[in-house]
């Protein structure tokens, strides 16, 4: 432990600790959503269903100073994207069916700020910009629905769990203000980038016409964020 805090002191090493909140696409998943809402309308059937807007998160970073105005870092996310619970009614009123999702990630990247300043405390406010990608990986995304019959009795249960590994990116632009010469706090807006899709498998607990069937899901994190946080 005394050797990782030397190395911070005396090595040029920084850790920034953020959260963040931000706007998501999910440009797919929303429009396959109002496809089944608008059947289910359709047939008379009732609904309350959501879709996917935003996400949030935690995000480490270990940055290492390569001269005055330029660091190199590696960074993580765990990314945060899920909604309400849907609801389904029969015409008469009684729960037909429920349904949630959640397209929990992880982002492990490698990049390099700028500032536009020297590392220095006594210039209060240090604006910077960054640019870095990596790999961004599924950890907990699911869909779950349940249909159930008008006197309550459950129907069946629907499960898919994906799961993969796709390209993702990220630019920044913030600033830095400086508490002390070694700590202080950070403000950021940035826009992520994701390509791909994850892939998974229908389960059930009657067996029912699709079970095992494998499904495709692109959850686009793409879009907007802003973070806050402390470095050290």
């Not at 002191?9 to 696409?25: A, E, N």
């Not at 536009?116 to 406010?125: E, W």
Request: one cysteine or more.
């Amino acid at each position: 432990m005394l050797m990782f805090l030397m190395l911070f002191l005396f090595c040029g090493f920084r850790l920034d600790v953020s959260g963040f909140m931000g706007s998501s696409r999910m440009a797919d998943y929303n429009a396959s959503k109002d496809v089944v809402q608008q059947f289910y309308e359709f047939h008379g059937y009732q609904t309350d269903m959501y879709g996917i807007n935003s996400s949030s998160g935690i995000s480490l970073k270990l940055g290492f100073k390569i001269n005055p105005k330029w660091e190199v870092y590696i960074r993580t996310d765990h990314i945060f994207s899920g909604q309400p619970e849907d609801r389904v009614y029969y015409e008469t009123g009684e729960l037909y069916q429920t349904g949630s999702a959640a397209f929990d990630s992880r982002y492990t990247g490698a990049g390099f700020k700028i500032y536009f300043k020297d590392f220095t405390y006594t210039a209060d406010f240090n604006p910077f910009l960054s640019v870095d990608a990596g790999a961004l990986k599924s950890i907990n995304s699911y869909e779950r629905k349940t249909w159930y019959e008008k006197e309550g009795n459950v129907i069946e249960n629907a499960y898919s769990l994906y799961s993969g590994v796709v390209f993702s990116a990220c630019i920044e632009a913030g600033a830095d203000y400086y508490l002390a010469e070694k700590y202080g706090f950070f403000a950021v807006g940035g826009y992520r980038f994701f390509s791909g899709r994850f892939e998974g498998m229908i389960s059930s607990l009657n067996t029912i016409a699709f079970d095992g069937e494998k499904v495709y899901m692109a959850p686009d994190y793409s879009g907007i964020y802003a973070k806050i946080g402390i470095f050290v």
